[in-house]
């Protein structure tokens, strides 16, 4: 991996979980998959909410789960590589639009 895939992972989780913390700290509540059946206005905000902090709910979800339900290793491992990808995926575009302003 590069230098750049690596930088764009830890920028992307570090985003994605800054902003699962700042709506968890607003409202009270923990940000989780069940904010995408929302419906109106709330669906507007709630969509890129959920598009850049899923590497951190879906990393946390699962290792919750991990001890609650006894998940076996393929199913951490599986969960875990989409969390990677998604958040290089997101922290890619963070450094898209930071290099660019």
């Known amino acids: 991996m590069s230098d750049f895939t690596i930088q764009a992972f830890i920028l992307g989780f570090s985003f994605a979980g800054l902003i699962c913390n700042s709506f968890?700290?607003?409202t009270g509540r923990p940000a989780n998959f069940g904010l995408m059946f929302a419906r109106g206005k709330a669906l507007l905000l709630c969509l890129p909410l959920l598009l850049f902090s899923a590497p951190y709910i879906l990393a946390r979800n699962v290792f919750r789960a991990a001890?609650?339900?006894?998940?076996g290793r393929n199913a951490l491992i599986g969960a875990l590589v989409m969390s990677v990808l998604w958040s290089i995926m997101c922290g890619r575009v963070v450094m898209m639009v930071v290099t660019s302003a």
Do not use: N
């Open 24 to 26: 968890e700290f607003l």
């Open 67 to 71: 001890g609650v339900y006894g998940l």
